[in-house]
């Protein structure tokens, strides 16, 4: 027998196991880009909740709300993302239906108590708009307000998750 050197085979003829090749797999860069919308969504959270309570301005509300429904359909459309991304979102959905439950109970103490009014806006003299004063029951009936607590506890969960993973539970 001589030694010649083969031509080296393909991996299936081999009998190595082929890695399955998966069109539709995320590349870095979009799975980065992914991890940025969900920082972004949370930054946006945040100052829509400052602002809601401090200077209401429908036009930046506006413009948060794009950028909180980016983040969340992120979120939700993640079946092409990793198991990691995926359970930080997981998280953050958790997160979510826990201050959703705890609203609820909330709410329906105030409307058992019957201390609960519509909040909105109303009509002044002059024919101008302006936002009702409103007490604690005015914000628990608020939807809007609503909306944006339980972005912000999804995005506050999704970073707990993250950060703890990578600060508390051996991350790199």
């Not at 590349?27 to 972004?40: A, D, G, P």
């Not at 401090?54 to 969340?72: F, K, P, Q, S, T």
């Not at 999804?154 to 707990?160: E, M, N, V």
Request: charged content about 15%.
């Amino acid at each position: 027998m001589t030694n010649v050197a083969q031509a080296p085979r393909p991996p299936a003829a081999s009998g190595e196991p082929d890695m399955p090749y998966d069109p539709n797999a995320l590349t870095v860069e979009s799975r980065n880009f992914q991890f940025k919308i969900m920082w972004l969504g949370l930054l946006t959270t945040v100052g829509c909740v400052v602002q809601y309570f401090v200077a209401h301005d429908l036009l930046w509300l506006n413009i948060g709300y794009g950028i909180m429904i980016g983040g969340l359909t992120n979120a939700m459309l993640s079946y092409r993302s990793d198991d990691y991304f995926r359970a930080k979102c997981h998280v953050g959905m958790s997160w979510s239906l826990g201050l959703l439950a705890i609203y609820l109970f909330v709410l329906t103490i105030l409307r058992v108590s019957d201390i609960a009014f519509v909040t909105g806006y109303r009509a002044v003299a002059d024919g101008e708009v302006e936002r009702i004063a409103m007490n604690p029951a005015g914000y628990a009936n608020d939807a809007s307000l609503l909306a944006m607590l339980l972005a912000l506890a999804f995005y506050s969960g999704f970073a707990f998750a993250m950060l703890r993973d990578r600060f508390f539970v051996g991350g790199k």
